[in-house]
């Protein structure tokens, strides 16, 4: 008789906890502590947070608040209202569809960190506390204490996955510690909000309406703030203030919404971004403006290369250069070798022409390649362009770009006898040359997303994706990859050049300087990838917004100097760790990195 023994198994509990905080304080108080601390909050905002003006923002004034005052009051109203309507008060259950914790939490965490941000901005620019009004200390202890409520509101906690006996004290610690992860996920979690009835369709379009009217106010009051602490004041608020909204399933049911009337949605995009140098008392901010449309044009046209069919460029910068390069030269410049002066429609094809031979010609011979191959490549492409442009100076080579002076003196446009280097009065608003860029800009725009939607629901965009997908399935059934690809190489070459012809106009010169792989100024091949990536891979909007922060962002982070790209790389490395995906990814990408959603029941032929 043979006897078997066992080691005796350590007593594990693989059961979930009961709902509790993170907090040990009991539900109601918690939900009391929150609420009454978003109201002291509030009330705060309209008292002195400091003695003196020589912090920026003026914070002395007793009942009208400004600078950061405005964020956190933004910050604590959006707890108060998560909070009351916890308590299921008539009238407020619309604000929370997926539920009021996990919202209540992110807005008590804005509220806390911009608060908590800008006294002790105070205490370190002005000399200690000190210089602290009762305000300030409100604020302090309002915040803190909302905050501290949030984070005692009951969740699920998840239970702990078994421990082997026999691990190591380090894994066991690397166990421990993905519990406690899972734990702080858990209770910032939301439920899934509810599906929005069907409303009659003026209501749709006027909440449509209104979406837009709230981007364009939180644009137009980020671009425009005056001084750093009220940037990072604004980058927190809206940062936090989003995910607040998202969790309270607002933002899912104004998705529904919009996913009901694309082109709606999508028209009165465009006549939004259009009120925006309506908004700007002057041209300075204008210039952002058409810049941040520069980059998230091009960024857009890389997404049919890299988000639809699935290649990886790394010099796609270069298509932009190419045409640039090309309606500079027929635009009438003194530093041009030909002497001719195209209308703008003839150097935008021209533009548009040079990049797309341009792609077909770097395209035919290498995308048989694939991966990290096929990468190097464009890498390669993108610097032997900008070395060329440089060489062809009439010294190293013949005289076609004038070498690092670039072509300089590029006129401005005139359209149908439209100055666009002048100022005109619309309306009775004053309209600079940044801002008429800005509206041309706007059109080639719509003209890229016009292409971008038709040719990812047509029979080629269908096929993109396969390859993307498994390009030996794709070949498999019959799809010609290398043209598919090749087709997808030209159609976005030829998008970057359209854009590079504005660019060279804005601009006043164009040089090879300006077309780098990676630098701090974008654009460049590491920055558009990056939109894109950052965005959302094979959307519209993913792209237009990653660009539009990533423009954005470094301008008004210069204030960090030499630490300016490393704040900016952290960024990005922490977004891609919590959200693979992109702020705005398609469904069946977001599906990939999270296999536990649910799937949706209907998918676009992109997988939008």
């Known amino acids: 008789m043979t006897t078997q023994t066992t080691a005796p198994e350590a007593p594990l509990d693989n059961t979930a906890s009961a709902p509790a905080g993170l907090i040990g304080i009991p ?14 909050t509030i009330i705060s905002t309209f008292l002195a947070w400091t003695w003196t003006s020589a912090f920026p923002g003026d914070l002395t004034v007793y009942g009208y608040p400004g600078g950061l005052q405005v964020l956190v009051l933004i910050g604590g109203a959006l707890t108060t209202l998560f909070a009351l309507a916890s308590y299921g008060i008539k009238g407020l259950g619309w604000l929370v569809p997926a539920g009021a914790d996990g919202a209540i ?73 993905s519990h406690r992860w899972e734990t702080i996920k858990a209770a910032f979690a939301s439920g899934t909000a509810k599906p929005v009835g069907k409303l009659p369709a003026y209501a749709e379009i006027l909440i449509i309406v209104a979406a837009l009217g709230l981007g364009l106010t939180v644009f137009t009051y980020g671009i425009g703030t005056e001084y750093d602490e009220l940037f990072v004041g604004f980058l927190i608020t809206a940062g936090f203030g989003f995910a607040a909204l998202n969790k309270a399933g607002l933002v899912a049911q104004a998705s529904q919404i919009t996913a009901r009337h694309q082109n709606i949605t999508i028209c009165g995009a465009f006549v939004t971004a259009a009120l925006f140098p309506f908004t ?39 298509f932009l250069g190419v045409g640039a390069y090309a309606a500079a030269m027929v635009s009438g410049s ?114 890229v997303v016009m292409v971008f939607r038709r040719s990812g629901d047509s029979r080629i965009g269908r096929a993109w994706v396969a390859i993307r997908e498994d390009e030996t399935a794709a070949l498999a059934m019959g799809i ?39 630098g701090p100024i974008p ?18 909007s993913g792209p237009l917004i990653g660009a539009s ?4 962002i470094p301008n008004k982070l210069q204030f960090l100097g030499d630490y300016q790209l490393f704040a900016f790389g952290l960024a990005l490395i922490l977004l891609m760790r919590f959200r693979p995906e992109g702020m705005i990814p398609n469904r069946r990408r977001q ?6 959603a649910e799937a949706p029941t209907v998918l676009t032929k992109a997988g939008a």
Do not use: C
């Open 591 to 596: 599906l990939e990195f999270h296999e536990d």
């Open 27 to 40: 539900a109601h108080t918690a939900r009391l502590l929150a609420t009454g601390g978003g109201i002291l």
């Open 480 to 518: 010609n990859g290398f043209r598919v690809k090749l087709i997808a190489f030209a159609v976005g070459a030829s998008l970057a050049g359209l854009a590079g012809t504005v660019q060279a106009h804005v601009t006043y010169t164009v040089t090879p300087e300006q077309y780098l792989f990676a």
């Open 523 to 540: 654009p460049n091949s590491a920055f558009l990838l990056a939109a894109v990536v950052l965005g959302g891979m094979g959307t519209i």
């Open 280 to 318: 700007q008392t002057d041209d300075q901010y204008a210039t952002l403006g058409v810049y941040i449309l520069i980059f998230a044009t091009v960024a857009l046209g890389l997404n049919i290369v890299v988000g639809l069919a699935g290649l990886l460029d790394l010099g796609y910068v270069a």
């Open 334 to 447: 003194p530093s041009s070798p030909f002497d001719v002066h195209f209308p703008f429609w003839a150097a935008a094809l021209v533009g548009a022409g040079a990049s797309l031979v341009f792609g077909v010609l770097i395209g035919a011979p290498t995308l048989r390649l694939r991966g990290d191959y096929l990468a190097i490549v464009t890498l390669g492409f993108g610097e032997i362009f900008r070395i060329t442009a440089n060489n062809l100076d009439g010294t190293s080579g013949p005289d076609i770009t004038n070498g690092s002076n670039g072509i300089s003196s590029i006129p401005n446009l005139n359209i149908l006898g439209f100055d666009f280097g002048i100022v005109h009065d619309i309306f009775g608003f004053n309209i600079g040359r940044f801002a008429n860029y800005f509206f041309l800009m706007l059109i080639i725009t719509a003209i």
């Open 549 to 552: 922060l990533l423009f954005l």
């Open 105 to 177: 939490k992110f807005a008590a965490l804005a509220t806390f960190a911009t608060s908590w941000y800008t006294v002790i901005a105070i205490s370190t620019d002005l000399g200690g506390v000190v210089n602290l009004e009762i305000g300030g200390y409100l604020v302090a202890l309002g915040s803190l204490a909302a905050f501290l409520g949030a984070l005692a509101l009951p969740f699920e906690h998840p239970a702990a996955d078994p421990i082997d006996p026999d691990d190591t004290p380090w894994e066991h610690s690397k166990h421990k510690a």
